[in-house]
């Protein structure tokens, strides 16, 4: 898959609120890329595009199916959209208000499966969906059941189970674990690494928890105002940030041992507004390093290095703080 | 010397909440939310309180305040050092009577969880605000207002004369959170209680919240009961910390022991299941199978006992176990850790293990 200059503007009567703009990355089949950055960043929006959940205003999603020529999946007619949309699906925040309360666990899983396969028997159907749910780790006597008997994170689990009663091969997990407590939360990491693994699942995983990204994701994209800043391999992100805002961003998250002291680098301020974003690099207003240039300019996304993009005047110059694997590794043991 | 210690730590003592037992009658039975709570604040620490929703934390931190629904039966005591009148059991007080008011709001202050909610969208900011100066400081309008507008400067309201006469719909969620901690702290708590307060920002929001929160502490010399499901921010926020698991207190200790060296397998698996930031480590989270049990009808023995992965037969399902202090300040209630039975020393082995080697060091 690969996503092309995707934008989105959602036009208001006096503003236009450019809520994602010119956004490319590409996805290998596989793989799982992470997208952080703060609320109101666009990343929901972004990958509700990519789905074509809403439709984008701009740019493409070409899409790679197992046969066939690539098309782009935000064109295509409604026959084609038809045989695509099984492949591409997706799971949502919050598992308490993405189940419909008035139908059954077992219907909740069916119901992709009448729309996609109609022709499909009853017996084959309820195969399939005990099959699914076995997977997940859902007991299977339950199914029976309607959502409000389960616990949030089964309701995560019927949700995963939904998106992936369709065999897809892409899946955008939209915060799927920020709702969920710690324990939990570690629990429906393992299960979707695990179902990776089995199915060959592709992942485009968004969240504003950078430890769980950066846990997950094999690649990680940095959204602000709209647009990427950074993307980069996991590895290459976290030691060495090429972007102040990723630095920043990073600085900002606590960690789970007292022994590290942080050396936050405060970001002051807020999120501009995106109908009324600031001139040249967006991110000047709450930049450490900023310079004359960075008002003016809006600096080029750029390959800095293989693999490594950055949208920043300075990002060579910059020597950026990230975290020294080797060093934390040791303090951990 | 030891002596002098212990009394200075005695009169320091801000809070102490002893066996406090929360019940809800429910059409299905009793609903044993809070079992049987001890613990105590000194002045001007930061006390965290952690667990998965559903244990009890957000109870026990009403229950302080007296503002729990009608329903909970609350039983034991929660002793406070008043300014009036000393040391003080808050449970006898009525909770709708003079005395509790007195206290509520003025000297225990709470920060709520989702700011979007907490305030009423009806009225503007610095009249909320305002509403706990003119009930607690002063009659005279211009002096709380006065009092009001310093307190929002100081919480880094940026423009508060303007924002002062603004609704919440018109504050970002960063913003409202600073107002929301600009209430709670204007009449000078001696104990501030916080719910939860960051868990619906963004991570570079937070950062700002908790600095801001640890300088207030500093300046003002109050006592912070930090609630929270976040062990990040424990780490970053607290002096001591405590574990609490179906409306009980598994484990406290202060926080560095805490994260060093946890003992109760609640304590470990909840350490194990978050992944340290900034460590290369791409394996399978550790996770504790199963979820929280609802405190219907609760079996006898460890509350953990279904899910613990060193759980012993026999023991564990038969007696409940009690908070035993193992090293300085530290406490456990398991039986695996207590050392008491036979082949569950490892608990204990692998700590005296570990000391050794600081020993070393």
């Known amino acids: ?333 | 010397m030891s002596e002098k210690i212990e009394k200075s730590s005695q009169q320091d003592l801000i809070l102490d909440v002893r066996d406090l037992k929360i019940n809800i009658e429910l059409d299905e039975g009793t609903l044993t939310a809070v079992r049987g709570v001890n613990f105590s604040i000194r002045k001007g620490e930061t006390l965290g309180l952690v667990g998965e929703s559903g244990c009890g934390k957000s109870l026990t931190s009403k229950a302080i305040l007296g503002i729990n629904d009608k329903k909970c039966k609350t039983t034991g005591e929660i002793i406070f050092d008043t300014n009036d009148h000393g040391m003080m059991n808050l449970l006898d007080l009525k909770p709708k009577g003079k005395e509790i008011r007195e206290v509520r709001g003025k000297q225990i202050s709470m920060v709520f969880q989702e700011p979007m909610v907490a305030f009423s969208p009806l009225y503007t900011i610095g009249n909320q605000i305002n509403e706990c100066t003119r009930l607690h400081i002063t009659k005279d309008k211009k002096k709380s207002k006065e009092i009001s507008l310093e307190m929002m400067k100081k919480v880094g309201i940026a423009n508060a004369e303007k924002r002062y006469d603004q609704y919440p719909h018109e504050f970002s969620g960063g913003m409202l959170q600073r107002a929301l901690i600009a209430m709670a702290l204007v009449c000078n708590p001696k104990l501030l209680i916080a719910d939860e307060p960051t868990t619906a920002l963004d991570v570079t929001i937070q950062a700002q919240i908790l600095e801001l929160m640890k300088e207030l502490q500093k300046d003002l010399n109050m006592a912070i009961l930090f609630i929270t499901h976040d062990l990040g921010t424990v780490a970053a926020m607290c002096d001591r910390v405590a574990v609490m698991y179906l409306g009980k207190i598994v484990e406290i200790a202060p926080v560095k022991d805490i994260y060093a060296n946890p003992m109760h397998p609640y304590t470990q698996g909840l350490i194990g299941s978050v992944h340290k930031i900034g460590t290369k480590n791409q394996e399978r989270l550790f996770s504790i199978e199963g979820t929280v049990p609802l405190a219907l009808n609760l079996p006898p023995g460890c509350g953990f006992y279904d899910r613990c992965h060193k759980r012993i037969e026999g023991v564990c399902n038969v007696k409940e176990p009690e908070l035993t202090e193992m090293s300085d300040g530290h406490m456990v209630a398991c039986h695996a850790c207590a050392g008491g039975c036979k082949g569950c020393s490892q608990g204990v082995q692998t700590t005296e293990n570990r000391k050794g080697e600081e020993e070393d060091v």
Do not use: W
């Open chain 1, 1 to 333: 898959m690969e996503i092309n200059h995707l934008t989105k503007d959602f036009p208001s009567k006096k503003v236009c609120v450019h809520a994602v703009s010119d956004v490319s990355f590409e996805v290998n089949e596989g793989e799982t890329i992470g997208i952080v950055g703060e609320s109101g960043c666009g990343k929901t929006t972004m990958g509700r595009c990519v789905v074509r959940a809403i439709p984008a205003t701009s740019g493409e999603v070409m899409y790679y199916p197992a046969e066939g020529e690539p098309v782009n999946f935000l064109t295509i007619d409604k026959a084609k959209m038809k045989e695509l949309r099984k492949d591409i699906q997706m799971i949502f925040q919050n598992p308490y208000s993405s189940l419909d309360p008035r139908m059954t666990v077992v219907d909740i899983i069916k119901e992709p499966l009448m729309a996609n396969f109609p022709k499909m028997s009853k017996e084959e159907m309820e195969e399939k969906v005990m099959d699914i749910a076995a997977k997940v780790g859902l007991n299977v006597s339950y199914l029976k059941r309607y959502p409000h008997a389960f616990s949030g994170g089964q309701r995560q689990r019927i949700g995963i189970a939904r998106a992936l009663v369709l065999k897809p091969r892409v899946i955008v997990c939209d915060e799927a674990v920020s709702a969920l407590d710690v324990s939990i939360q570690a629990q429906v990491i393992n299960l979707l690494k695990d179902l990776q693994r089995e199915m060959n699942l592709t992942y485009i995983f968004i969240s504003h928890d950078l430890s769980v990204v950066e846990h997950i994701s094999d690649k990680v994209g940095v959204m602000y105002l709209g647009k990427m800043v950074e993307y980069a391999e996991t590895e290459s992100l976290f030691t060495r940030p090429r972007h102040p805002y990723t630095e920043a961003l990073m600085s900002a998250v606590p960690v789970a041992d007292p022994e590290i002291k942080l050396d936050r680098i405060p970001l002051a301020g807020e999120i501009p507004n995106p109908a009324n974003p600031p001139s040249g690099c967006y991110f000047h207003t709450r930049c450490r390093y900023c310079k004359d240039k960075c008002k003016e300019a809006a600096p080029e996304y750029r390959e800095i290095e293989t693999g490594h993009y950055v949208a920043c005047h300075y990002a060579e110059e910059l020597m950026l703080r990230g975290f020294n694997y080797e060093e934390t590794a040791d303090n951990g043991n």
